[in-house]
């Protein structure tokens, strides 16, 4: 009855001051949320989270009981490493950290929707994979906690737009279709894997390119992951525009039909052994973004599943027309 009163009250435009303080999520409101999830987790105390009755729960794509099972299971404890991108618009944050299952330092990725101050979706990634480097990554990048001057802020469709192209870039080989600064950096599960500083966007437009090229840029632009991949869904998360964050949970997939990768320097690729069965990449990738380009990239690689697998989250996709 009280949150029909509260609705209500919202669509009359009546909330008392208080009442209507009370009601929103801020950023700091829902970063304080995302920390008692932490604690909650850590603990394994899920009484310790305040959760919608009906809350949703998924891990790795896959709906599991909230708090009874799942990493709630198998955690033994975190390292000292916290991402957040709050977005109170939306009523979502998520948070990027490090937390140890059976004592083995893992990088996870959690999203929280907050509604009446309460989660109702849990949605979480656990980077099981062998790529990683969570047990050795001294702390998180300071960019993605630095404020963006309001003069200087993207628009959240910009910034969504921006975030997009990177995976237009993967898809085509092609490296111009993303804008990519100079400095642009890549780590996976807590490891860099990128190398060297990418030409920028008027350089890359301009045919300035090393055939070597391991940055952002031209790991996209070299043609290596032209193998029929496609990425869909491409699901937002939340985008924090005050520090010109983009953050979502994005599913590459890969038919495993495609033997031979012609790379942009005319090389011959052969497939290998793993590329020639169907297969999807779960991952959750933030985007920092700085005078509308991506300039660092985090991400939580989890493990390779079914080829066109989805989060509970995305089987509307399946059904609905494109």
């Not at 080989?173 to 780590?187: F, I, K, N, Q, S």
């Not at 807590?190 to 350089?203: F, I, L, Q, V």
């Not at 790991?219 to 193998?227: A, E, V």
Request: aromatic content about 6%; some cysteine; overall charge neutral.
């Amino acid at each position: 009855m009280r949150t029909a009163a509260i609705a209500a009250a919202v669509c009359a435009g009546s909330l008392s001051p208080r009442l209507e303080a009370a009601v929103r999520c801020d950023r700091d409101c829902l970063i304080g949320i995302a920390k008692q999830y932490t604690a909650a987790l850590v603990s394994h105390e899920p009484s310790r989270l305040p959760v919608a009755r009906d809350v949703k729960f998924t891990e790795n794509l896959v709906p599991l009981r909230f708090g009874e099972e799942g990493l709630w299971k198998t955690v033994t404890g975190r390292r000292n490493y916290d991402i957040y991108a709050a977005d109170p618009g939306t009523g979502n944050v998520v948070w990027i950290g490090i937390v140890k299952e059976n004592d083995k330092p893992v990088m996870m990725a959690a999203r929280l929707k907050v509604v009446d101050r309460r989660v109702t979706e849990l949605e979480t990634l656990v980077g099981r994979s062998l790529l990683t480097g969570a047990d050795t990554v001294a702390a998180p990048r300071p960019d993605f906690a630095r404020i963006v001057p309001p003069s200087e802020r993207s628009t959240r469709d910009r910034l969504v737009a921006i975030a997009n192209s990177n995976w237009d870039a993967m898809e085509h080989g092609d490296g111009r279709l993303a804008p990519y600064a100079v400095d642009c950096e890549r780590w996976d599960n807590g490891r860099k894997t990128t190398s060297g500083r990418s030409p920028g966007p008027a350089a890359a437009a301009a045919g300035v390119v090393a055939a070597d090229d391991r940055s952002c840029f031209g790991q996209m632009n070299s043609g290596r992951f032209d193998n029929g991949n496609r990425v869909d869904p491409r699901r937002i998360w939340a985008v924090d525009v005050e520090h010109g964050l983009v953050v979502g949970l994005f599913t590459p997939n890969v038919p495993g039909n495609v033997r031979e990768i012609k790379l942009r320097n005319g090389t011959l690729l052969e497939a290998e052994p793993a590329e020639l069965v169907p297969f999807t990449i779960e991952q959750v990738e933030m985007f920092k973004i700085v005078h509308g380009e991506i300039s660092k990239v985090e991400v939580v690689l989890g493990p390779r599943v079914p080829y066109g697998m989805r989060s509970p989250f995305d089987m509307k996709t399946l059904w609905t027309e494109h």
